[in-house]
């Protein structure tokens, strides 16, 4: 009995001294690693084979060449040094050519080809408060885009004249030329006979939303289209209108203009329209007022996401000290 009562307080005094656990773990530990040590040397070595993993190489897709980088267009020099291959500046009231660049260049035409659109709408007289619906026929085909205008979304013809400007809604631009008297055959042959009577020579259309490559212009020929078109008050509410909320069935759904310049106070805009599918490259073209003058602008085929707003940028400015050079020389 005093031997284990001797023993008991013997355990009980180790464990009462500091780092007394963690010592006997500490030998414990070395004793195991001293047999797994021998155990190791004892057995026979073996070799162990490394491996690299690589990882597999990623096919490299090239981006599809715009119609305007495979004719060299791109390749032109101007004084702006300016991203789009083809651009060009009208007084709209003197006709002036201001700046061109590759003017009477062929191209894609993207969106753009919804000015036109709207025009023959607005020329054929049709009710604006009439109800249009869209169809399987309005999904695009051609390049498979998106849109929030689900088949069966009903609005008034103003509703999607509104979205086909200032949103570039490709489903609403459809369905306006396939409800035009005749239907979408009548609609595109209207389309290029407004094109004929304007002097557009170098203008086609094979469809109403510009999705199209086949859709082709001229800056000289869209400078046309966008004079006749800036002095529609419709067409120029609609398109430099920001934004919209149109009632999709029991939702208020936002629509937002294509063209961030609308919120630039720098800028007077009058009318405008972009445009983008791969073959066209990002467009623009606007009527806008600047240092006194009401000017027509179009940018084609520019390259960059934001190159074709940065291009007119660079126009404004130019053309704003070109105004202020020539009355310096008017008061001499």
Not at 208 to 230: E, I, M, Y
Request: aromatic share 4%; charged share 20%; proline share 4%.
């Amino acid at each position: 009995m005093k031997t284990f009562a001797a023993a008991f307080l013997s355990l009980a005094f180790l464990a009462a001294l500091p780092g007394a656990a963690s010592a006997a773990a500490d030998t414990s530990t070395k004793s195991k690693a001293t047999r797994t040590a021998a155990k190791t040397a004892a057995a026979p070595t073996r070799k162990v084979r490394s491996v690299v993993l690589r990882k597999a190489a990623v096919p490299v897709i090239p981006a599809v060449p715009t119609f305007g980088q495979v004719a060299g267009l791109h390749q032109v020099d101007d004084p702006l040094a300016l991203k789009s291959s083809v651009a060009y500046v009208l007084d709209q009231d003197t006709n002036e050519v201001l700046f061109s660049k590759n003017p009477q260049a062929v191209l894609p035409i993207a969106s753009i080809t919804k000015l036109m659109t709207a025009l023959v709408v607005v020329e054929a007289g049709l009710s604006l408060d009439e109800k249009i619906s869209v169809t399987d026929e309005d999904i695009d085909t051609e390049k498979f885009t998106r849109s929030r205008l689900t088949v069966g979304t009903t609005l008034t013809r103003g509703d999607m004249l509104h979205l086909a400007l200032m949103a570039s809604e490709n489903r609403a631009a459809h369905a306006l030329g396939r409800n035009y008297p005749g239907g979408l055959d009548a609609f595109v042959a209207a389309m290029n006979a407004k094109a004929q009577s304007l002097g557009m020579a170098d203008t086609h259309y094979v469809e109403p939303t510009g999705l199209s490559s086949r859709n082709q212009s001229s800056a000289a020929d869209l400078a046309k289209l966008v004079n006749v078109t800036s002095q529609v008050p419709l067409l120029r509410d609609l398109s430099t209108s920001r934004e919209a909320r149109v009632a999709l069935g029991k939702r208020l759904v936002q629509f937002h203009s294509t063209n961030g310049l609308l919120s630039n106070p720098l800028w007077d805009i009058g009318l405008q329209k972009t445009g983008f599918i791969n073959e066209a490259g990002k467009c623009l073209v606007m009527q806008a007022s600047m240092a006194g003058r009401k000017l027509i602008m179009v940018f084609l085929d520019s390259s960059g996401k934001a190159s074709r707003i940065a291009d007119a940028e660079r126009m404004r400015k130019w053309l704003s000290t070109q105004s202020e050079g020539a009355a310096v020389s008017a008061k001499l």
